[in-house]
């Protein structure tokens, strides 16, 4: 008799097995001093191994960072699959144990983490960090991977460990005993992963000085991170949120349908077999911690507890450290549900989740809709009972739940201006005028002009025909000037960039006015407006602006068909600026749908797009489409004075969704478009001081053009032909 051939079973394994090796050894860094340099392969620098547990944020043991809290080091980590190391400045944020007493050489008082702050934004892999405590695994074996000094080269290393069982019990060091392979130098700080479902559930800790193996701490150590001394209302306002906020949404992202073919953790997962809570597919799970970390975190552990607690039919189990996220409750009830009902009890847990209290911002109404989407197509194959029972649930909370905004048709207050308290953009400003030479399209003509509130203007330098690869360092001196003649202590004046449509994306908030310096943006609010109006692009039947909320009906256009554009285009300027500046703004991504690229609408869908909507480009300057350099000439054309959008740094398997957010976050829940300048300056200074929260913003522009008030200083310059 024939034996069944599994041979197919026993491939598909090794694949998967496979691409969980290659996504662990993609998101494994070193740790060096700094100084690395341009020298990231200098055995004499190594101090270490870690691991991306989020954007922008590395895992490491304490004693690879010996400087403790706010020293600095070197991560290197690799930019891609056979593109070589990079070095970039890490900042130790914070370390466990916080102080160490006596240390005793060649030893490290648990549990022994470290994350590291990256002190600017990179591309790069992050590992998936399981919700379930790593005193779950108590058996088997687990996969490793670090780097060590191997002949003279650095060389990373990974395989296997058995695990034999633990040391601290329950206590808050409790480590995993390892064994059965050596350990050589400088793979601690590495990650321990369950091969079984693909998830990162550890760090190497020591080695054993006899015999083979050594230590590992569990991830949920960093539970017992710092706790701040206030309720939480945000993710940033507690380190521990920030960084698996991220974690949650860079996996949720990467699921999105983009340019990279290369697997991700979920898709090495599903292949792995795993089933999360034995009810959610991997993608599934990925799917809801997003979701749920687009919400505020829980205010207090106690609080999370509580909503564990009223749960029913489910029996919380006591562990040490508490849980502290989202992730964690959901974590929890992975090892307590009964077959049967595992499914409805994740889904009791989303429901009092999107039912915690919280302000009701337009993003969190947002976020709590996005849940409810999860929690009904979920549910679809319950029963019709429970079905019914979601929905009335529902139906209750909303009508509890109070809204932040009147209905987009029908104003419930008057239109009365926002108070604004940023910088005054038609008082003190400095102008710089940049006019290209239609004959010479790589030279331009420009100016520097400082304006005074009464409309004096001081014009303190002119310059015809230099290269636009060299006007920022021509422009330095002129501009320098002009900064010290308006500039007060804690008041730096506003810098306008008066800018023809084809150079609206030049990065004049990038320029140094000296080498060491900070970009212009860090030290004062820098806005572009748009000098040549009279000549934007556009469609050959540009449709009517509706003047409304709503894009279902318009009135025919009643232009004259051949009056010139600025004949028109004022009043409809004027109506959008006028109703943007007295109602809530809204953020609407117009080139980028989940990190699919999408051609900038034309002028007449533009034009029917709300009163207060603030477009938003994702992806300006990747040069996808042929008019891709005429996109916000016909944004501008179709009467819009703010404009958001970031120059294209991305790889191309780089995700949107992190800057989909930040952007709709600072403008729908902002407290107005008037504020935007200032908003983006602090955005640029915390981008300039490292600070993660910030790095969505990377290469972020705004265009603010009032029309209510003339380019200030306009003169002979920007008239030429």
Known sequence: MTERYDGGAAESSRAAQHALRELVIAATVRIHRTGVGYVPDEPGTFLGSGFFIAPNWVLTCAHVVVGGEGSEVSVVYETGPGQGPAAVTGQVAATLPERVEHLVTGSWPAPDLALVRLREPVGHDCVYVSERPAAHYGEGRVFYAGWTVTGGQLQVLDGFLSVQGTIGGWSAGAQL???????????????????????????????????????????????????????????????YQAVFHAHDRYHRDRQQPSESRRPTWADAQAELGARPGRTLGPDERGELLGRLSDLPPPATTRGLLDLLDSLPNFQPPTLVPAPRGWRDGLGLLYENARQDGALKLVLDYAMLVLEAERPATPSVLEAEQALWEWVKQASTGLDSGYRHALARRRAKWLGLRPRPHASPVTPARPLTPVVSTAPALPGLAVLLEVLPRGWEPDHCDWSVCLTSPDGDVTRLHEAERTPLAGLAAQAAEPLAEAFRRGDEPGRPVVLHAALPHQLLGLAVDDWRLRPDGAPL???????????????????????????????????????????????????????????????????????????????????????????????????????????????????????????LWRRWRGRPEAVCGEFHRGAKQVVDDGEGAALLPDVVHRLRVRLRAGFPDAFWADGIALLYDDPHEPLPGTGDLLEAP
């Open 521 to 643: 943006g860090a030290e004062r609010p820098v806005v572009v407006r748009c000098s040549d109006r009279d000549q934007l692009p556009g469609d050959a039947e540009p449709a009517s602006y509706t003047g409304t909320d709503t894009s279902s009906t318009h009135a025919p256009s009643t232009h004259p068909p051949n009056a010139h554009p600025e004949e028109w285009d004022d009043p409809e300027r004027q109506d959008r600026w006028r109703r943007l500046h007295v109602r809530e703004a809204q953020a609407e991504v117009l080139d980028c749908d989940d990190g699919v690229r999408e051609p900038v609408p034309t002028v007449g869908e533009l034009r029917r797009l709300p009163p207060r909507a603030v477009p938003v480009l994702c992806r300006y300057g990747d040069l996808r489409y042929e008019d891709d350099t005429a996109a916000l000439g016909r944004i501008v054309r179709a009467g819009f004075g703010v404009v």
């Open 177 to 239: 005993r390892l064994g059965h392979n050596d350990l050589p130098p400088g793979v601690s700080g590495g990650p321990v992963i369950d091969p079984v479902r693909g998830e990162v559930i550890g760090i190497l800790k020591s080695r054993a000085d006899h015999g083979t193996g050594g230590t590992s701490t569990g991830i949920e150590r960093l539970r017992t991170l710092r706790v701040p001394p206030n309720a939480v209302t945000t993710e940033h306002d507690d380190l």
